[in-house]
Each structure stands twice: as C-alpha cells, then as structure tokens.
C-alpha cells in the first residue's frame, strides 16, 4: 500500500500523516501528479479557503490530475467541498466531482461550526463497524448542499452532507483526523478500499 497525502497549499497535513501513522500507514506528501497517480490511495486533505486553494491547484495541473485519479481518493473538510461544483466562498468554480454546490451557514447559531456532532449515515462504506449517529469532529462555516451521492447526513442550522461518494471518490465534511476511534476506523475502511 502507498498512500500519497495531496500538497496544495492548505493546512492540516500533519495531523492527517500522524493518524496514517497511527494506522502504520507511512503516507507521502506530495504535489507531483507521477506520484499521486502512482499512490494505491490518495487523501485530498484541507483547512483553508476555496479560492486560492482552486487557484494553486489550477496553476500545478493538479485540477485535471485529481479528476483522473482511478484509485481510492478520500476528500477531507475543503477537500469534500473542491471536489463540489462551485462554492460561495470567493465565487469560486471548484472540481465538479460531486454534483453539488458548497453555501454558508447562515443563521443565529455560531459560525463556524466547531466542535463535535452527530453523523447520520447506513454503516456502508467508509461507515462499516462505525455506528449509526455516531460523534465525529467538525471545524468549518460553509457545506455541501444534501444531494444524491451523499452517503451521510449532518444538521448543523439546517442538514448537510457530510460525506459524499461518486465512483472512487469518497469525502467527509468533518475531520476523522481528530475523531478519535471512528476517525480511525473510517480512515481504515478507506485504506481497504481499492
């Protein structure tokens, strides 16, 4: 197994490497198209804003490279939200992997919403031995409208998707990084993806 962690300007990376790790996982940090087509999974990580982490991406070729990938490829927080159609954040086009569009929270309760919260999902998937409404870490102030593709479901002042999949594309909204024992769990069941 060689897992390649996507380098594009956003934050977060390491905490990411240190769960693989945790996992025995040695993952590579890379932003070299040869090495992420080469990787048997590649993990699509961010913390950042979706303007100029499009436009980093863009100038690398690493947008075409992405959409390319054939193997397993997991999207975490702005990882799920560029792989949307498009995002309110800066009015951005993002990569139209999943068909749908990436809005911010509005209304009376904080934003962002940070903390822990519950994850509505079918125990497929990424969710296998992961229950049901099970707690899982969010940090973020924009989401992913609910659509078709979606394999679960968060409520945060409305519901959201808060993980899609669309063939070997799967991403999560929250950070199974920081979320403890079903983060690593759902971090295994995508490392026997494949």
């Not at 159609?85 to 993002?94: G, K, L, M, Q, V």
């Amino acid at each position: 197994m060689s897992v390649a962690i996507l380098k594009y300007n956003a934050g977060n990376v390491q905490s990411v490497r240190f769960a693989l790790a945790r996992l025995g996982v040695e993952a590579v940090l890379t932003d070299d198209p040869a090495a992420l087509r080469a990787a048997s999974h590649v993990i699509f990580p961010g913390v950042g804003e979706a303007s100029s982490a499009m436009t980093y991406l863009r100038e690398r070729g690493l947008d075409e490279t992405i959409k390319s990938l054939t193997q397993p490829v997991l999207g975490i927080c702005l990882g799920l939200q560029l792989m949307c159609r498009y995002s309110e954040e800066a009015n951005t086009d993002c990569l139209s992997i999943f068909d749908t569009d990436v809005r911010k929270f509005r209304g009376e309760e904080k934003i962002p919403q940070i903390g822990w919260n519950t994850v509505k999902h079918d125990g497929t998937g990424l969710f296998v031995g992961i229950p049901d409404l099970a707690h899982f870490y969010f940090v973020h102030s924009f989401f992913a409208d609910s659509c078709a593709r979606q394999i679960a479901e968060t409520d945060y002042i409305q519901p959201f998707a808060s993980a899609i999949t669309h063939d070997n594309f799967s991403a999560v909204q929250f950070h199974p990084e920081k979320s403890a024992d079903v983060g690593s769990q759902l971090l295994k069941n995508f490392l026997e993806m494949g």
